[in-house]
């Protein structure tokens, strides 16, 4: 059984830095691309920033391009987001995906994604 689980949401101020960790188990890790969305209220789903399964090719949304950074450990079959300069608009439930193609795309759909966590709240006040 495939799980994914976030951690380190929690409540911070505009311009607060926090880091996000996702660990998986139940998969073949490094098979997989990794990504991580997030829903804010009332709003879709959206993509924030996905990493290739050699670690090496990263992409990001335009909205957290330069201030979030996506990495892995493959031994630890672990992802982080690394989430700075962090604005009120950041505020969102954070979930951690995988996608167990080997198809880079500029940017990630939900449909694309084959596994989800269950979410960690960031919330960022002004």
């Known amino acids: 059984q495939v799980q994914l689980v976030e951690s380190g949401g929690g409540l911070v101020q505009a311009g607060d830095s926090l880091r996000l960790s996702c660990a998986a188990s139940?998969?073949?890790?490094?098979?997989?691309?990794m990504g991580w969305f997030r829903q804010a209220p009332g709003k879709e789903r959206e993509f924030v920033a996905a990493?290739?399964?050699?670690?090496?090719?990263?992409s990001y949304a335009d909205s957290v391009k330069g201030r979030f950074t996506i990495s892995r450990d493959n031994a630890k079959n672990t992802v982080y987001l690394q989430m700075n300069s962090l604005k009120p608009e950041d505020t969102a439930v954070y979930y951690c995906?995988?996608?167990?193609?080997?198809?880079?795309?500029?940017?990630?759909?939900?449909?694309?994604?084959?596994?989800w966590g269950k979410g960690t709240l960031v919330t960022v006040s002004s």
């Open positions: 995906a995988a996608d167990r193609s080997s198809y880079y795309r500029e940017s990630w759909r939900v449909d694309d994604m084959d596994y």
């Open positions: 990493i290739m399964r050699s670690a090496i090719i990263r």
């Open positions: 139940g998969l073949t890790f490094s098979n997989y691309i």
